[in-house]
């Protein structure tokens, strides 16, 4: 979808030339004049038909001296960023099976956000409304929008519609591979779509098969990919946007593109929405794509570790025991706890980077989901800056968070008498007890965690992909530009288990 910003008061949007036009009204806006739009406007309020409340709206066709033949007023309220995108996005869903291709959006006043803010979350919003999914749907004949024009009465939002074009696009490619069956996003094509992102600008990809992941001696990562015929990728990305001696931050994506649970295998019902256990992965991707778009001064690391968790005659058993690339070893009890053992071998090998912070995103506990439900992913870091970074971008970008506790008393689920650790400590506290599990593997450096089991996709007649948390970490990584440190500083010491530095070998590129 292409987007255009162009300066015109109300009187102006009147005229603009445009399948649908959207004005968002403040709640309390006293229009001036009685022509045009502003005479509309004072129509509808004096009938009592429309106050500007916000999720209020007026639909009009054909309305004498306006250009659109569609008319839309849309309650902003206060005037929000927030309250903007609610509105716009309610407005384009309306058109999703009219003849629209064209679309404006004009302010009847100035917002409460600034110009910056309320272009980049229309835009956003925009975006999110007139996405339809149809790689598998090869006879659908979706009518998309193609072009949305923002009516601004004043000069600004220049920064705030390239910030939001390359969201859209970031957000539209991780939806668009969440919503993939598993068929048709297996490890090796999740591979394929990080590769054609190393077309784009300062982007570069490697991608690793099961013979250099064995190298690694990833013991974790490769017991769950044992009872798939799939074989495993291991995607490492790269965005180099400023200078090398700049440490980078790194993000790595929960990428089991199905899971069954493996023996410990999940109840039919529901099933098929496993595809989405990639979101995290997606979220990845779709961060890149917003980078490569953007073009930040700023250097990004993505980590992907990609499998599927199928329940063959080879694969792991509740009970075994293996050995993680850290040295640690893992007694698997539950052969759904998947995502954590994928994880924790990434997360080591973040180490070789030495990150300023790592952030690590996942659809990893159903606990995640009872605490928060589907409005927050669950966030849980032992550095409060960190932690106080992730969540602020979360609201500036409207994709939130909320911390959870990390007391290492919750560790004490995961003792076992068979391993250094278990890979499950029961139900009680388990989104914690996840967390818990994979801070083991990440004391050497500024760590975070975000469980977005609630947040990555919606059930019943809306299912699909959302898209989060690709709104947050753009928006983390973009506030960290003004904060980038030298190679190692930021980072903690930490003293790693005596079969570590062995297991820290390079390997090749797999294909």
């Not at 649970?261 to 989405?276: L, T, V």
């Not at 990390?406 to 890979?423: E, G, I, M, Q, R």
């Not at 029961?426 to 989104?431: D, E, F, L, N, V």
């Not at 609630?454 to 809306?462: L, M, R, V």
């Amino acid at each position: 979808m292409d987007f255009a910003l162009k300066t015109a008061d109300l009187a102006a949007a009147a005229h603009e030339k445009t399948d649908a036009l959207v004005v968002l009204v403040p709640e309390g806006f006293k229009p001036k004049g009685k022509e045009g739009l502003a005479g509309l406007i004072a129509q509808a309020q004096a009938a009592g038909d429309f106050e500007g409340k916000a999720g209020q709206s007026l639909h009009l066709y054909g309305a004498a001296g306006i250009a659109a033949r569609r008319l839309v007023f849309a309650g902003v309220g206060d005037g929000s960023a927030r309250a903007a995108a609610a509105a716009v996005r309610a407005a384009l869903a309306a058109f999703k099976d009219a003849p629209v291709s064209r679309a404006a959006i004009a302010l009847a006043a100035p917002l409460a956000a600034s110009d910056d803010d309320w272009v980049r979350t229309v835009v956003q919003a925009a975006a999110d409304a007139a996405y339809v999914y149809t790689f598998t749907k090869p006879k659908a004949r979706a009518r998309r929008l193609a072009r949305v024009t923002l009516l601004t009465p004043t000069t600004g939002g220049k920064q705030g519609l390239a910030q939001g074009q390359a969201l859209a696009l970031g957000v539209e490619l991780a939806r668009e591979w969440g919503n993939r069956p598993g068929n048709h996003a297996t490890p090796t094509l999740l591979a394929g779509a990080a590769r054609a992102l190393a077309k784009l600008p300062k982007v570069q990809v490697e991608v690793l098969g099961p013979k250099e992941v064995a190298a690694l001696d990833m013991g974790s990562f490769i017991a769950v990919a044992k009872g798939s015929s799939e074989p495993l990728r291991f995607i490492v990305l790269r965005y180099n946007g400023a200078a090398k001696s700049v440490a980078p931050h790194v993000l790595v994506g929960k990428g089991i593109t199905f899971d069954t649970g493996g023996i410990s295998i999940k109840p039919a019902g529901e099933m098929d929405e496993m595809k989405f256990d990639m979101c995290g992965a997606a979220s990845v991707l779709g961060t890149f794509r917003a980078l490569a778009e953007y073009k930040p001064a700023i250097n990004v690391v993505g980590l992907i570790p990609s499998c599927e968790n199928m329940p063959d005659g080879s694969a792991v058993k509740p009970g075994d025991v293996v050995t993680s690339l850290s040295g640690q070893t893992i007694e698997i009890l539950n052969t759904d706890a998947e995502g954590r053992l994928v994880l924790c071998d990434a997360l080591t090998y973040a180490e070789r980077f030495k990150p300023q912070s790592v952030v690590d995103i996942a659809t990893l506990t159903g606990a995640c989901v009872i605490a928060l439900g589907h409005h927050r992913s669950g966030l849980f870091s032992p550095d409060e800056q960190l932690a106080t970074d992730l969540l602020a971008a979360g609201e500036q970008a409207g994709d939130l968070a909320w911390r959870l506790p990390l007391d290492d008393d919750y560790a004490d689920a995961l003792k076992t008498h068979f391993a250094d650790v278990a890979n499950v400590g029961g139900r009680a506290g388990g989104s914690v007890t996840a967390a818990k599990f994979l801070q083991r593997f990440a004391s050497a450096y500024r760590w975070a965690h975000l469980d977005i089991a609630g947040t990555a996709w919606k059930s019943g007649a809306a299912k699909g992909a959302t898209g989060r948390p690709v709104g947050l970490l753009f928006q983390y990584l973009l506030n960290q530009v003004q904060n980038t440190q030298a190679p190692g500083r930021g980072a903690r010491a930490g003293k790693p288990p005596a079969r570590r530095a062995a297991a820290r070998r390079t390997a090749p590129a797999a294909e």
